[in-house]
């Protein structure tokens, strides 16, 4: 069974980090794409960064780049959101995706080219 399980959020204040982590069950992890996205109250989901693969290119959204660092761990099949100096707009359910890439294909942050997710971690950015 195809499963993502994230954890790691919590409260934090501004400034702060937090590593938010992504198991994955049930699929080879180095053939997905995989992406992270958030989504606070009231507002759209918003994509936040995707991952290729292990050796593959990532992206990230313009309102996290230089903050925010995925990666992955394929021995322990993880994704991990790096997230330093986190700023009272980064609040929100942050939710992995997971999608079966193809060769040459590459990972996106449209939300809806996604095939699979998770359950969604809340980080909560206060004073």
């Known amino acids: 069974q195809v499963q993502l399980v994230e954890s790691g959020g919590g409260l934090v204040q501004p400034g702060g980090s937090l590593r938010l982590s992504c198991a994955a069950a049930?699929?080879?992890?180095?053939?997905?794409?995989i992406g992270w996205f958030r989504q606070a109250p009231g507002k759209e989901r918003e994509g936040v960064s995707c991952?290729?693969?292990?050796?593959?290119?990532?992206y990230y959204a313009d309102s996290v780049k230089g903050r925010f660092t995925i990666s992955r761990d394929i021995a322990k099949n993880m994704v991990y959101l790096q997230m330093n100096n986190l700023k009272p707009e980064d609040t929100g359910v942050y939710y992995c995706?997971?999608?079966?890439?193809?060769?040459?294909?590459?990972?996106?942050?449209?939300?809806?080219?996604?095939?699979?997710w998770g359950q969604g971690t809340q980080v909560t950015v206060s004073s």
């Open positions: 991952s290729e693969s292990s050796a593959g290119r990532t």
């Open positions: 995706a997971g999608r079966q890439r193809l060769i040459g294909s590459s990972c996106s942050l449209v939300g809806g080219w996604y095939g699979f």
């Open positions: 049930g699929f080879t992890l180095d053939y997905h794409a």
